[in-house]
C-alpha cells in the first residue's frame, strides 16, 4: 500500500511564499518522476511542475521564475516552494508520483490535495 501525503498548504496574502510537501510512504522500491498538479474551482487540473529521479526539472511556462520544485529522495519526499503568490494561484494543490513498488511493478499515484488559498 502506497500513499502520498501532501502538507503546506493554507491561506497567504498576494505576494507572499508557501511550501508544500509531499511523502511517499509504504511499499516502496524505487519513485522515478514526481510531480505537482493544480485545480482551481471551474478549471481543470493542470501540471505545475514536474521532477524526474535523477533531479530534472519542467514547470508550467507562466510559472518559471515563482515556483521551484524540489525532492529529497532520502525521504521518499518532493517539494513545491512558491514565492510572490498570487490570487489566481489559489487552488488545490496535488502530488503525483510514478512509483515501483517491486524492480518491474509500478503504478502512477496521487495524493489527497492541500489547498492554498491567495487572498487579502
Known amino acids: 500500500q502506497v500513499q502520498l501525503v501532501e502538507s503546506g498548504g493554507g491561506l497567504v496574502q498576494p505576494g507572499g511564499s508557501l511550501r508544500l510537501s509531499c511523502a511517499a510512504s509504504?511499499?516502496?522500491?524505487?519513485?522515478?518522476?514526481m510531480r505537482w498538479y493544480r485545480q482551481a474551482p471551474g478549471k481543470e487540473r493542470e501540471l505545475v511542475a514536474g521532477i524526474t529521479g535523477g533531479g530534472t526539472t519542467n514547470y508550467a511556462d507562466s510559472l518559471k521564475g515563482r515556483f521551484t520544485i524540489s525532492r529529497d529522495n532520502a525521504k521518499n519526499t518532493v517539494y513545491l516552494q512558491m514565492n510572490s503568490l498570487k490570487p489566481d494561484d489559489t487552488a488545490v494543490y496535488y502530488c503525483?508520483?510514478?512509483?515501483?513498488?517491486?524492480?518491474?511493478?509500478?503504478?502512477?499515484?496521487w495524493g489527497q490535495g492541500t489547498q492554498v488559498t491567495v487572498s487579502s
Open positions: 503525483n508520483a510514478d512509483i515501483l513498488v517491486t524492480g518491474w511493478e509500478g503504478k502512477n499515484y
Open positions: 509504504g511499499s516502496i522500491f524505487s519513485i522515478n518522476a
